[in-house]
């Protein structure tokens, strides 16, 4: 049984005595300083201002990491025991590659979950939740990719690629959408054309904004309906948001008879407009005839109001202009047609009565 473990020479499955020594004394020494040093972030843990940062899976974290620096350490001492092969790869090669996918999961997964509680902390979820998504994304590409680098992948990736034919054409038209709704939404998030809670109007959909994701945008239409439209569709249509700038002009037509003063008229929605609160006074008020209808005089109204405001104060514009203009004896002519025949017409009147 002894020789089972110690070859003649005395050494430990084919290892020297001091290959064995430093392998011990790289092992003790890692698991020494990172149970130190979880320790020790476990007792800063309880008096941080930032307990969503620096926390016991921190620490447990950080202390994994260091053991598997060590790990490595040790792997190279025993560089010649992980000559074995699992299929067909090197088995140094597999732990190394499981190695950088598990830490980089860890460490973007804790990023993301950082990101979403400043975000919610600062007012800018949304914000925040795109810029975790893309980094855990990003991370998580460089981490397989090196694995791959590591593994020899690169190589045999092109050849599957080359030797899955008509396969890969099929899934390359298959996953066209989503790759073209996730990059739609990464250049979303740079040009911000819209946000949470803003007005918009996205190809034949209006709306609110209910929520901004990776792949898609949902808005919540006018009669209470969701509707999830997809980021390459919201980034290829024409975006109207109503809510872009902090202040937006309310226009209205009001017509009156042809019989009425125009400038009289014009003089008392001025006067309306300037008596309303929320009408902004800079950029000034305009009104003016516009049109000469079929049945009126066409006087255009535009006003500068706060967004927040802009349906209320235009409601608000119609039903003063239209008191003003009643009290003033100023008709709101309705529509009206004249009627013209080339020739006389002969009408005939018959004045009948019917017996009960």
């Known amino acids: 049984m002894f020789e089972l473990f110690f070859s003649l020479d005395g050494s ?28 020790q972030l476990k007792v800063l ?25 060590f790990v490595i350490f040790a792997l190279n001492v025993l560089e010649g025991l992980f000559s074995y092969e699992v299929f067909g790869f090197d088995l140094k090669s597999l732990i190394y590659s499981f190695l950088i996918i598990y830490f980089s999961y860890r460490i973007s997964n804790r990023s ?24 855990n994304y990003l991370v998580m590409i460089i981490a397989f990719g090196i694995s791959f680098q590591i593994l020899g992948l690169t190589d045999r990736l092109g050849t599957l690629l080359v030797a899955g034919g008509i ?7 298959a996953s066209q959408t989503v790759v073209s709704n996730f990059i739609s939404g990464i250049f979303l998030y740079f040009d911000k054309p819209l946000k949470i809670g803003d007005s918009v109007e996205i190809g034949n959909k209006s709306g609110m904004v209910n929520d901004i994701k990776m792949m898609s945008t949902r808005i919540r239409t006018w009669d209470g309906v969701l509707v999830r439209i997809p980021n ?20 209205v037509t009001i017509g009156i008879a042809y019989k009425e003063d125009i400038d009289r008229a014009v003089e008392i929605i ?3 407009l300037r008596e309303m609160t929320y009408v902004l006074v800079e950029p000034e008020p305009v009104v003016f005839a ?12 535009r006003a500068w109001a706060p967004t927040e405001k802009w349906l209320d104060i235009r409601k608000e514009m119609i039903r003063n202009i239209k008191k003003a203009l009643d009290n003033e004896k100023i008709e709101i002519p309705f529509p009206q047609r004249t009627i013209w025949f080339p020739n006389d017409l002969n009408i005939k009147l018959n004045d009948e009565k019917k017996d009960k």
């Open 270 to 272: 001025v006067k309306v």
């Open 112 to 135: 993301k979950r950082y990101l979403l509680v400043k975000g919610a902390q600062e007012g800018k979820f949304v914000e925040y939740r795109l810029k975790a998504s893309l980094f």
């Open 232 to 251: 390459e569709k919201v980034f290829n249509s024409e975006i109207i948001n109503n809510k872009k700038y902090p202040a937006r002009r309310a226009e």
């Open 12 to 39: 430990f499955y084919g290892l020297p005595h001091m290959s064995i020594i430093k392998l011990v004394s790289i092992i003790a020494l890692g698991l020494l300083l990172s149970h130190f040093i979880e320790k």
């Open 290 to 301: 516009n049109n000469l209808g079929d049945s009126s005089v066409d006087i255009t109204v």
């Open 167 to 173: 396969t890969g054409i099929i899934l390359g038209f």
């Open 45 to 69: 843990s309880e008096n941080t201002k930032h307990p969503w940062i620096l926390n016991e899976d921190t620490a447990g974290l950080v202390s994994i990491f260091i053991l598997a620096i």
